[in-house]
């Protein structure tokens, strides 16, 4: 009898052409998320600082007085801010601003502080407007020292006539000055847990953790923290998840408040602008007549 071993030979030549297209998909796929994964790290510093170099607008377009300041840095870069005074005010907010744009994009803000009574000292980070550098993260701790510095030394002003108010990234940047550095409180606004949970919530396909080229551990550091704390988050802000503010709040040692808002990630503090200035005056009153605000919680 003949035996034609091409017969018996055909199923396992099928069962290992498959297998071989399975492994090339598997190679494809491993190569496209690595390429994705690595784009995403090279690109990180592009997708985090977000900065505008021209600045056409100033506090004149509030009626509002303001001097313009340069202040140096410990590593040697000449950093572009505004100092603008409220009348009779006792008390400065030194304002660390978001990871887009400039401190012209914050004149809302400003005027918000201004009609509050409070001085506001607004700078620019390295890389931003007219300062001078290029934004990292060490970078921008030290731009909020060395704000901080002048307003102590050259301002000559009482760190306990000092907020720290921080909104989005600058919370973070805000939250680790206050935590090395005396004042008379810290406002945290719309501000993420830390630099890896924001990635996670972007790309929860990837990695993050491996592939972080920054932290902003805004948990650790509020969790340092001594003076009273104040977080604002919107319920529905549509880019940091309500759930992060209230994890920040949980962490905060005593004294402290949360006011929870309404809009989106940029523009809460307009859409539900009398909540939020209610919630800044009430604090501010509990601040100059008793300092306690402990465990309390304003809902829109």
């Known amino acids: 009898m003949m035996f034609d ?24 796929l491993v190569a496209v998320y690595s390429v994705l994964g690595w784009s995403l790290y090279f690109m990180q510093p592009a997708l985090l600082y977000k900065p505008v170099r021209q600045v056409l607008y100033t506090p004149e377009e509030l009626d509002l007085d303001y001097e313009e300041v340069e202040f140096i840095t410990s590593d040697g870069l000449a950093l572009s801010a505004w100092f603008i005074p409220a009348q009779n005010a006792k008390t400065t907010v030194l304002f660390c601003h978001g990871n887009g744009g400039n401190i012209m994009h914050r004149l809302d803000t400003i005027n918000i502080l201004y009609e509050l009574g409070l001085n506001c000292f607004i700078f620019d980070y390295r890389g931003y407007g007219n300062s001078q550098g290029t934004p990292t993260e060490q970078g921008t701790y030290l731009d909020a020292q060395a704000a901080y510095h002048w307003l102590t030394n050259d301002k000559k002003i009482s760190p306990d006539n000092i907020i720290i108010f921080g909104r989005s990234l600058g919370g973070a940047i805000a939250a680790n000055l206050a935590a090395s550095v005396r004042s008379k409180a810290l406002v945290v606004e719309s501000t993420f847990t830390s630099y890896v949970d924001i990635g996670k919530k972007f790309y929860p396909y990837m990695p993050v953790r491996w592939f972080a080229r920054f932290g902003y551990q805004t948990v650790d550091s509020l969790k340092k923290v001594n003076c009273l704390v104040m977080v604002v988050h919107s319920s529905t802000d549509d880019l940091v998840p309500f759930e992060f503010g209230r994890e920040l709040y949980r962490v905060a040692n005593e004294p402290k408040k949360f006011v929870e808002i309404y809009g989106s990630h940029n523009d809460g503090f307009l859409v539900s602008s009398e909540i939020y200035k209610k919630a800044w005056r009430e604090w501010l009153k509990m601040l100059s007549e008793s300092g306690s605000i402990s465990g309390q919680h304003y809902a829109s």
């Open 5 to 28: 071993s091409s017969d018996k030979m055909q199923p396992q030549g099928k069962g290992c052409r498959f297998m071989l297209i399975f492994i090339q998909i598997i190679v494809v």
